[in-house]
């Protein structure tokens, strides 16, 4: 799959899924309000050819909690940028397809794999994710150009790709792409780095000289990696480096949307409960950026490069590296479109976050604060205050799938745990595999307290 075409296609896919299958509430008031939007396309293809594409699982929101406010019984969405509730209503939706494929239903994604106990996509289906702006964090720091240079041709891999920042006189600077090496953006547009050098090196992309700053992210570095400089133009930003996002009042620690596909990248998107039973990770084949400042070389490096040299995963484990594209169709509740249409008054983030996935009972979920929208204070805590893709929603449907299988049927990594962190510690192969990337790469990445997985 290559080219604006089929990235338009799939832009306009999800464009008509937001408007058509998404509630009005939840959504911004554009009069004032913008959001985000992300989705997962499951694409089927038979005999070399391409069969349907639909949405399976779509996210909105631009939000996240602060450190304080997060709870130790899982039952408050802590990350509700679009990017992340597309991924657990994705979640949801593969646990849906799970308790198909062990009730032997023929409508269903997945099945049987080569290991006892084990599923596995079925031949032909793999599954594209759609943002609509670049992923807040590192693929975001890309330097300023008038919108119509910022579109980059679409591309299929970075051999093949169309530099967005070209010139007539190329200066070409290299910089090494270990995740300890960081780079600062030069007034001149190259790079510097600030951390330990590694053997494995590659060229920085080439900006022209029209290029005096760069986009800037509200994520910021974390404790431990190299620090931004916040100094005037392009030497703002750290590139490369690890990040956590802002929150209103106290500081959270959910990791930058970039920081976590990278990752989606060598762990799969499925989480650690469903490897128990998948046989091997599930990548997402391409990512497609709708209309917005855009940087095939910042998103390849956020999203792959930075983890390319990981070794000794477990067999089944690889670092991925999807097809990166971009539409040059625009989300209409996003904010530059918003803003090209004058809208009146100021525009600010849209509080509320819709989840939307593909499952026959109650697909649609509307949060705010991390719970359901109209929970008040009395009410949290209760089953009703709780989105259904928070960490014990999402845990109980795992739970109850495993409580109906027959000793035959369950998993031999499945036998005698309780607590949510429990059944995740249990998925060896994918602890080994985080294991290995946080050492290798992501040697400060944040993360939750056992305290607060420790919920049954």
Same mark, same amino acid.
């Given at each position: 799959m290559a080219g604006s075409d089929t990235a338009d296609e799939i832009a306009a896919l999800c464009?008509?899924?937001?408007r058509t299958k998404l509630p009005r509430q939840g959504q911004p008031n554009p009069s004032k309000e913008w959001?985000?939007?992300?989705?997962?396309?499951?694409v089927e293809s038979a005999a070399g050819k391409t069969d349907g594409k639909k949405v399976v699982a779509m996210g909105t929101g631009t939000k996240c909690i602060g450190q304080s406010k997060l709870r130790k019984t899982g039952d408050i969405l802590q990350d509700s940028h679009a990017e992340i509730i597309a991924r657990r209503s994705f979640q949801r939706y593969l646990l849906h397809q799970l308790s198909l494929a062990l009730s032997r239903s023929q409508d269903c994604v997945l099945v049987p794999g080569n290991d006892p106990n084990k599923w596995t996509l079925k031949p032909g289906v793999c599954f594209m994710f759609f943002t609509s702006h670049t992923p807040c964090g590192d693929a975001s720091i890309i330097p300023m150009l008038p919108l119509e240079d910022q579109l980059c041709p679409t591309s299929t891999a970075a051999s093949e790709a169309t530099p967005l920042f070209t010139t007539t006189n190329k200066r070409k600077t290299t910089a090494c792409d270990s995740p300890t090496a960081h780079k600062r953006m030069k007034p001149d547009g190259s790079s510097q780095e600030t951390g330990r050098k590694t053997e494995s090196c590659e060229e920085s992309a080439d900006f022209t000289p029209e290029a005096t700053d760069v986009f800037r992210t509200g994520a910021k570095c974390i404790p431990g990696e190299a620090q931004d400089r916040y100094n005037p133009g392009l030497d703002y930003h750290t590139v490369g480096v690890l990040r956590v996002k802002p929150g209103r009042g106290d500081r959270t620690i959910s990791m930058s949307c970039s920081d976590k596909m990278a990752r989606w990248n060598v762990l799969g998107c499925q989480g650690a409960l469903l490897?128990?039973?998948?046989?091997?990770?599930?990548?997402?084949?391409?990512?497609?950026?709708?209309?917005? +400042?855009?940087?095939?070389?910042?998103?390849?490096?956020?999203?792959?490069?930075?983890?390319? /040299?990981?070794?000794?995963?477990?067999?089944?484990?690889l670092v991925h590296k999807p097809q990166i594209q971009q539409s040059?169709?625009?989300?209409?509740?996003?904010?530059?479109?918003?803003?090209?249409?004058?809208?009146?008054?100021?525009?600010? +983030?849209?509080?509320?976050?819709?989840?939307?996935?593909?499952? +026959?009972?109650?697909?649609?979920?509307?949060?705010? /604060?991390?719970?359901?929208?109209?929970?008040?204070?009395?009410?949290?805590?209760? +089953?009703?205050?709780?989105?259904?893709i928070c960490k014990v929603e999402l845990f109980h449907i795992f739970r109850q799938l495993v409580e109906s299988l027959s000793e035959e049927?369950?998993?031999h990594s499945l036998r005698d745990l309780q607590t949510y962190c429990e059944y995740k510690e249990a998925a060896l192969s994918y602890q080994e595999a985080w294991r290995r990337l946080r050492e290798q790469v992501f040697t400060s990445w944040i993360r939750t307290s056992r305290d607060y997985l420790n919920f049954s």
């Open positions: 464009y008509e899924h937001y959001t985000l939007m992300a989705a997962v396309i499951q490897m128990h039973f998948l046989q091997q990770p599930i990548y997402l084949t391409s990512v497609v950026v709708g209309k917005c +400042p855009f940087s095939l070389q910042s998103m390849e490096r956020a999203l792959h490069s930075r983890c390319r /040299n990981v070794s000794g995963l477990p067999e089944v484990f040059h169709l625009q989300f209409q509740h996003g904010r530059d479109a918003l803003k090209e249409a004058k809208r009146a008054g100021k525009l600010v +983030p849209c509080g509320a976050a819709i989840s939307w996935c593909a499952v +026959p009972h109650q697909p649609l979920d509307v949060t705010a /604060n991390g719970y359901r929208q109209g929970t008040t204070k009395k009410a949290i805590g209760t +089953p009703q205050s709780r989105s259904r049927q369950l998993p």
